[in-house]
């Protein structure tokens, strides 16, 4: 497993990640722990991604870690939020965040995950105008001084990959999570080239879209995804079948070896996280890592033909 440099922390992370979100969903969970994020770590991945609002995630990354016998991995994990409004739209800082919010999300997760120090902790969500809320910055400095967190982070919310421009690599900001896809490789050109300029390090989700760019889903699959819902299903297939067409089976076999070697390959991108609920998903997904970067004529072919200016999730009810 290829590993890169998450930033200038003088962190390496696994270029592929386990992402946690559902985690409690690998059906072998047994005792609290999750096969599936043991044979990822014996894959060679080295950081693993998770939250407080992921319910029960935590517990079982710390459950799992405690039966590894191997390196310690990385484990990233995100604040919980005040309220679900500021996922959305932007409200003012005290309705997501506040001094008191943050430490008792940090402490729950340091409970929870059983550790003394968080290595990377995300604030859930960001909006631009957050970056002149002097008390968060201080807040976050606080407790890396007190030895309670290593790195701070955002994870901007959707596609709002341009909210996070100016703050990172400023204000202890050390990383950033966002959207990378077939479709959303706009920060390609924005967020990873300021991101890696400024020393920060960069995971990269909602690799298949959450679920439609493994063209896998019927219609009815489609309404059945939250995040999918309100996706126009027809225009979806036929981006779909544009991408078949043009990339597979060469340089990619199948449309999903084709997305996640594409987030892969993006430049800036310290690890790619994915949800891997089964060993079947994990053995899958470690196949296609190995398989390397696609070429750069596709990479910029994909940029060019098959960038979708696009935010379903932002319909949520």
Same mark, same amino acid.
């Given at each position: ?92 800082? !005290? ?8 430490? #008792?999300?940090?402490? %729950?997760? $340091? *409970? &929870? +995950? /059983? ?108 309404? !059945? ?8 299903? #027809?225009?979806?297939? %036929?981006? $779909? *079948? &544009? +991408? /078949? ?73």
């Amino acid at each position: 497993m290829e590993r890169r440099p998450y930033g200038d922390t003088g962190l390496e992370v696994s270029a592929l990640c386990y992402g946690a979100m559902t985690i409690r969903h690998d059906p072998d969970l047994k005792g609290g722990v999750a096969p599936s994020l043991l044979r990822a770590l014996e894959g060679g991945v080295t950081l693993v991604d998770t939250a407080r609002v992921y319910a029960g995630s935590e517990e079982i990354v710390a459950a799992t870690l405690r039966e590894w016998r191997g390196e310690r991995p990385i484990v990233s994990t995100k604040l919980l939020p005040k309220a679900r409004d500021t996922w959305r739209e932007w409200r003012p800082l !005290a309705e997501a965040y506040t001094p008191e919010s943050i430490r #008792a999300s940090v402490e %729950a997760s $340091l *409970a &929870a +995950l /059983r550790v003394d120090a968080l290595d990377i902790v995300h604030l859930h969500q960001w909006w631009a105008p957050w970056a002149d809320e002097a008390e968060l910055f201080d807040t976050l400095g606080a407790l890396r001084r007190e030895g309670k967190l290593r790195f701070a982070a955002i994870s901007v919310g959707d596609h709002e990959h341009d909210a996070a421009l100016e703050v990172v690599g400023r204000k202890g900001v050390a990383g950033v999570q966002l959207i990378v896809n077939l479709f959303e490789s706009r920060p390609l050109s924005s967020l990873l080239p300021i991101a890696k300029k400024r020393g920060v390090g960069a995971i990269a989700r909602c690799v298949y879209d959450s679920g439609g760019l493994s063209g896998a889903l019927d219609e009815a699959g489609f309404r !059945a995804r939250p995040f999918l819902t309100h996706a126009p299903y #027809a225009e979806y297939q %036929a981006r $779909l *079948a &544009a +991408l /078949r067409e043009r990339f597979t089976p060469e340089p990619a076999a199948t449309l999903p070896e084709l997305a996640l070697r594409f987030a892969l390959s993006a430049d800036g991108v310290s690890s790619v996280t994915v949800g891997m609920p089964t060993v079947a998903f994990v053995e899958d997904a470690l196949r296609t890592a190995a398989k390397g970067p696609l070429p750069a004529e596709a990479i910029a072919e994909i940029r060019r033909h098959h960038v979708w200016t696009k935010n379903f999730y932002e319909k949520l009810a």
